[in-house]
């Protein structure tokens, strides 16, 4: 049975157990969970990340649950990432363009696996 959670608002949830459409949705939320766990940020400081995305989201009509909202949650982690430090906005851009070039050479269902000339622009 699918309900919301009070814990994480617009996570849906079957039983017990956060419901993830999307391997990166899941794959998302561990990396918000291990880098919070990891000491890079406070949960507070990650509500607020993930409430400001949101917002923006609103402001643009694309909020809501699941893929939408786990875009929000993505983009709130890079911002964490680039205002600690642990990255530059720049990387983070350098990669997702990376990730993409990589994704558009892999055939379906294989593992996407980046290269060196997937940085070159």
């Keep these: ?9 617009g996570t849906l949830r079957d039983d017990d157990s956060p419901r993830f459409q999307a391997p990166w949705q899941a794959q998302a939320f561990a990396m918000a969970v291990a880098l919070h766990e990891r ?7 990650w ?3 993930l409430a400001g995305q949101i917002a923006k989201a609103q402001v643009t ?3 809501g649950l699941d893929d939408n909202y786990y875009h929000c949650w993505l983009s709130a982690l890079e911002t964490l990432i680039a205002a600690k430090g642990a990255s ?15 994704a558009a050479r892999t055939s379906h269902g294989q ?6 000339e997937d940085f070159e622009s």
Excluded: H
Excluded at 1 to 9: A, G, H, I, K, V
Excluded at 39 to 45: A, Q
Excluded at 111 to 116: M, V
């Design 1 to 9: 049975m699918s309900n919301q959670s009070d814990e994480l608002p």
């Design 39 to 45: 000491g890079l940020f406070t949960w507070s400081e």
């Design 47 to 49: 509500t607020r990340a």
């Design 61 to 63: 009509g694309d909020a």
């Design 88 to 102: 530059s906005e720049k990387e983070l851009l350098d990669y997702q363009r990376a990730w993409g070039r990589a």
């Design 111 to 116: 593992p996407i696996e980046l290269q060196r």
